[in-house]
């Protein structure tokens, strides 16, 4: 099986690994602290149990928890791979998130405590973010904005938002959140593939002390999108923009005048209630549809349970909106929970490394969930920047996004949890709409690496290629029932989420696209992705994305691009190019081709290392030979390379892996 390989041993700063080496070498296992225990919603397996007994019933009793205009019928209809939750069922994300909230004495409790990168600050009650959200619903409706219309959000992490976001969702329109790292042209291909007709951007952003050009982008992005027929703009940074003279409407006009109150629609439980754009193997991006009832019963149990969220927490999810988890767990799960969360704009290091443990200082931040990549990079930083902060508040942390290695798990652990927090390693995916596989931290003794067990309601199996469950041993991570916040296929391409996710064993089980191994606890590791999707710094990229960015440059004939180890980001990418006749191979074409990169896809997809070669690796039926050309670019096969002048020593190196295999 194609799989990636655990990453190896990494060493943090000098003063810290050698502790964390000792605390690895101990082997340990990490039952609940009694103290986070005697206090947890959660203390025992019960719920394991009950889930089991009958896991549509369980689901039921969690659908619950959330306000519903007209009762559901039937719990589940599954018509594999489609399935219906909670059928006849009427509801409304925004109403859940909000408008239940200020009917009680939490009108009054922080929603969202914003910090902005320059270091400006808003604190918005649910009461403020009920206006702010029923004014921007009405401006919406007031440019002709409908239930199930597509709207584009592409903004830098200010409450706008996520005030977008809960306004769409009021009036049943659809978004489509797109991170604003991406290109003009990423942006453009996902708003047209959505066909969406409202783009909310702003000015700009703020980045490591510079101005990220959102306008500048989104212009370039629009002059390509026909469906769109407004875009709002929220001034953020202040620096001059064109605005178009009847097209482009500045949000803080937009709203002045509308009324703070603005009906919301009663959705069916499974209308759409985002699409989210994620890579796949091919190019091209897959817009996973998620839709309200299930979605928020999946997100709303989870945060109660797996963050053990409490009245007075208060909650940092690091995540930007444009990705799930931020979606999941800045928004829909903890705002549904009524939590107050904590969402900062910018850059760990600005002005200075410790800017992180200082916005924990300052709130008072007690759950900290955020990704291995940054908490690789914190720890390369060394421990004097958190050491300086007061971080007694934190009681729980949480990571996401890619396997995190048991040294990186144990450094988090000593120094930002300072041996008292749980850590909850949470697996899922922007297709799950939740977590799925996590400890429950009053519960779940916590092996370093180990993403531990399904949660109660969930069922995951490693199986073999024939759909054979292994017991002990690693294979494919499947899921083998349908659950709530699953998602509804992939927009405009219901043939694609079938051939993506359903194909595998026949159509019976959700296949993940990621290897994962049980031990002799049923503790489940994750082991990366089997498929052609890279995980950059958390986020999936696929080869052929970044193959096509790169042939589109008229100096390239051919590109193979493979994820190579990386000691903070887990995976970076490594671009084999076959330059056109004429064109040469040298510094200046590598940055040039970098740039191109940068400019199709985003800073996130910029290739690491670019080696030109004369020919690329194939088999006989022409696939990429991906494991020769990962062992060339990490120095294994040839040594550090940047150029593959000679193609005899591609094809002595082809014909040696040919007979290995
Ligand atoms: O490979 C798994 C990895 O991230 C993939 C999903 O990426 P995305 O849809 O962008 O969502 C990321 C945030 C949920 C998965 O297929 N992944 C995510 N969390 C973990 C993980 N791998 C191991 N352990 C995790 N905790």
């Keep these: 099986m194609p799989m990636r390989q655990r990453r190896k041993s990494r060493s943090a700063s000098p003063s810290a690994s050698t502790s964390v080496d000792a605390l690895l070498s101990e082997e340990r296992s990490f039952p609940p602290p009694k103290t986070f225990q005697a206090r947890a919603h959660l203390s025992n397996g019960e719920i394991y149990k009950q889930a089991e007994k009958n896991y549509q019933a369980f689901w039921a009793r969690q659908a619950q928890e959330l306000v519903w205009s007209k009762p559901w019928k039937k719990v589940l209809q599954w018509n594999p791979p489609f399935a219906k939750w909670f059928v006849g069922g009427k509801l409304n994300a925004c109403v859940n998130c909000v408008d239940r909230h200020i009917e009680t004495p939490l009108r009054n409790k922080a929603a969202l405590i914003w910090e902005g990168e320059p270091g400006d600050h808003r604190t918005l009650t649910y009461f403020d973010l009920y206006r702010e959200v029923n004014k921007l619903a009405n401006g919406l409706k007031s440019l002709g904005i409908k239930k199930g219309d597509r709207v584009a959000i592409y903004l830098p992490l200010v409450p706008e938002a996520v005030i977008s976001m809960l306004a769409c969702a009021r009036i049943g329109a659809v978004h489509s959140v797109v991170f604003g790292g991406f290109s003009a042209e990423a942006l453009r291909e996902r708003i047209n593939d959505a ?296 927009y405009g391409d219901p043939q694609r989420y079938k051939s993506t996710y359903w194909n595998r064993w026949g159509g019976k089980y959700y296949f993940t696209g990621d290897g994962a191994k049980k031990d002799e606890d049923g503790y489940y590791w994750l082991l990366g992705r089997v498929d052609d999707i890279m995980l950059v710094a958390g986020h999936n990229i696929s080869t052929m994305e970044v193959e096509s960015a790169l042939v589109d440059h008229p100096s390239v004939a051919e590109s193979a691009v493979v994820g190579i180890t990386d000691e903070i980001k887990g995976q970076a990418i490594a671009a084999f190019v076959t330059l056109k006749e004429g064109n040469k191979p040298g510094p200046e074409a590598e940055e040039d081709l970098k740039q191109h990169v940068v400019t199709k896809i985003g800073a996130i997809a910029r290739p690491k290392k670019v080696i030109f070669s004369n020919d690329l690796p194939k088999t006989r039926s022409g696939k990429i030979m991906r494991r020769l050309l990962r062992d060339i670019a990490e120095g294994r096969a040839l040594g550090d390379v940047t150029t593959l002048a000679d193609s005899s020593v591609v094809a002595a190196l082809k014909v040696k892996y040919e007979e290995e295999t």
């Design 195 to 490: 066909s969406a007709k409202l783009l909310i951007t702003a000015d700009g952003g703020f980045r490591r002390g510079a101005i990220v050009q959102l306008k500048n982008a989104a212009d370039n992005a629009v002059a390509g999108c026909p469906s769109i027929q407004n875009v709002v703009i929220v001034r953020r940074t202040n620096n001059e923009i064109n605005m178009h003279p009847v097209r482009d409407h500045w949000y803080h006009d937009l709203v002045k005048n509308q009324s703070g109150h603005c009906k919301a629609e009663a959705m069916d439980v499974e209308d759409m209630l985002f699409i989210l754009y994620t890579s796949g193997s091919t190019g091209k991006p897959k817009g996973i549809m998620h839709t309200t009832g299930g979605y928020l019963t999946g997100v709303n149990y989870t945060t109660k349970y797996v963050f053990d969220l409490k009245p007075d927490d208060v909650f940092w999810c690091t995540a930007d909106v444009g990705w799930v988890t931020g979606h999941s767990y800045l928004v829909y799960g903890p705002l549904s929970n009524a939590a107050t969360c904590v969402m900062y704009e910018g850059s760990p290091d600005w002005p200075e490394r410790n800017r992180f443990w200082k916005i924990i200082e300052k709130y008072g931040v007690t759950i900290f969930y955020t990704a291995p990549t940054a908490i690789r990079q914190f720890m390369k930083w060394g421990t004097q920047w958190p050491d300086g902060c007061e971080l007694s508040t934190l009681r729980l942390l949480g990571s996401v996004g890619e396997p995190i290695n048991p040294e990186a798990w144990i450094w988090y652990h000593k120094y930002i949890g300072r041996g008292k927090c749980p850590i909850v390693d949470t697996w899922w995916q922007t297709e799950t709409g939740s977590i799925l596989i996590s400890p429950l931290p009053g519960v779940t003794s916590l092996k370093p690496g180990s993403a531990t067990k399904p949660l109660p309601g969930i069922e995951a199996k490693v199986l073999n290629e024939s759909g054979k469950e292994i017991k002990v041993g690693g294979g494919y991570l499947a899921l083998t029932r349908p659950w709530p916040s699953m998602l509804r296929g992939i």
